[in-house]
Every structure is written in structure tokens, then in C-alpha cells.
């Protein structure tokens, strides 16, 4: 008897193909408009696997629903969005889709900084709207990154890919982490900071850490007020982990310089959201991974993970929890 998968969004053809040799398919055929909530718990009832995204919130509700689930394969490698405590308890595997996205995210992230810091958008936007004018000394002027000092909050994989794009351009890199990495630091030219330390001297403070409650809010009014003037914050992890109104207030204020955002508290962003209403920042619809190659590896590890799992009766290739013996 084959299973059957139920997956959150429209996939390219060659997921939906490569799944459908082994299983049941069945879809949410939309692309941009994310599976509304009572059709996803009417479909967990009755299904052996679960691929979703990000923006699925998969909490205890949607898993106390499902009666024969066997396997939660989220295409994401952030899993903030599933209750994995509460897929433990009814021995459901989570997996994501880790170190595929790696280089492409702290490339998306390189380049965020480096438009924050140049005002690229800014630049850009004037071209367009006519607003060239005279060459002029100052017009456009924005802060160095050679030779910069970056710190990055959170040395997981993504984050140790950004230290070789920091190293090619000089910069000099900290790093505050929940444990130290002294083999890292010899490994990348790199030096451990306290988050105080790394807030006062960093030019650049790249936020790369996952969320959970413990980090909610960790850059809030105080930290920003640690920051200096001409310092640029750099989010491509995940919204909460700034506090929205205190980073509104630094941006206005001047207490920071600018901003780099892939990421929001709500997605996408209300379009009355203060900070769009400020030049000094640069806002992304969380393409962080966005690549067609990369999307791709991501879709496919997250079918591999079902395939592994529901036909295989194998260990999942990458984990988040993982209650069955192998
Ligand atoms: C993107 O944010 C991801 O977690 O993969």
C-alpha cells in the first residue's frame, strides 16, 4: 500500500515526479498563497507525510490532528515554525534541509550588507526616478567594508561561510556564540566576543543564529544603544529576533546607521510597517536562499527525507528529531 505525502505549496515538477514514484501525492497547488489553515488540518488527518514550509505554522493543533504521521520534512533549515516537542510525543521524525542553503545564504547575506552599507537601493532608486543631478562630493556616500570590523552573532555553518566572504575583504571578524569554537577561530582568523563587546566595536553585526523563545528580542533597544552610529544590522535569520520598534527608533534617531532586513516579525511585512517608511534601510522578501540551484537542492533533500523515511523504512538524512531505531 503506498502512502500518502500532502505537501504545504506548489513544487516544481520534478519533486512532485520523483515523490509520486513511491507515494500518494497531494498538494496545495498554489504558489503564492499559503494553504489556509483548516484545509491543512483536515489534511493531516489522513496522511503518512507532511512537506511544508516555513510559513506553515505546524504547531500542536495541526499534529494532535494527524492519526498516522510519520514523518514532518520542513524545506526550510529554520524549524521555529513546527512544534517538535509536540511531534516527539506522538514519535513523528522532523527534518529540514541543513548545509544545502549554506553558501547561498551568506551570499545573499554579503550582498545585503554590502547594499545596506552602499546605499544601493537609495543609488539605484535616484537613477530611476531622475534624480542623478550634478556628480557631487557626498551624494550617495555610504560606509566602508574593506577592512571593516564584522560581527557575527551565531557561528553556525551559515555563519562560518560569511567569514570567507569578511576574509576576502580584510574585514576583521568577531564572533559571539553560545559555545566558544577555539578550533574555528585558529581554522578562520577569527576572534570570540562577548555580545556587549561585539555590539560596541563591530562596524557590521550579522545576526546568523536560529530562533527560539530564548533568543526573542535578543537586539532590543538596549543592545542597539550598544552599537555605534555608523554601525549597519544585518538580519537574514529570522524576525523575531529583533525587536521591530526599538530598531525603528535607533534607525530614526540616528543611533544606528542602517539596516539590512530579509527578515520580519510578521510575513511579509504590513505595508504601513514604520520601517518601510525609512531610506536607511533595505528590505527583502526572505530570499536568503533564493537561488534556482539552491531551492532546488533544498526541494529535493526534502523529498529524500520522506523517500528515506515512509518508503525506506531508513533513518531521515538530516534530522531535526528523530524518535525511530534504525
Ligand atoms: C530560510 O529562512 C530557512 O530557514 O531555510
Redesign the pocket.
Known sequence: MKSTVYITRKLPDEIINKLSQYFHVRMWKEENIPVPREILLKEIENIEGLICL?TDKIDEEVIRKAKQLKIISNL????NNIDVQAAAKKEIIVT??PGV?TET?ADLTFALLMAAARRLVNASDSVRNGEWGAWSLMQHTGQDIFGATLGIIGLGRIGEALVKRANGFDMNVLYYNRTRKLEKEQELGIHYSELKDLLQQSDYVCLMLPYSPDVHHLIGKEELSLMKQSAILINT??GGIVDEEALYEALRNGDIWAAGLD?FEQEPIPMDHPLLSLSNVVTLP?I??ASVKTRMR?AHLAADNVVKVLYGGDAPITPVYQCVKV
Not at 76 to 79: E, I, L, S
Open positions: 516555513l526550510a533549515v529554520g524549524y529540514n534541509t542553503l545564504t535569520a529570522r527578515v526572505h536568503g536562499s533544498m
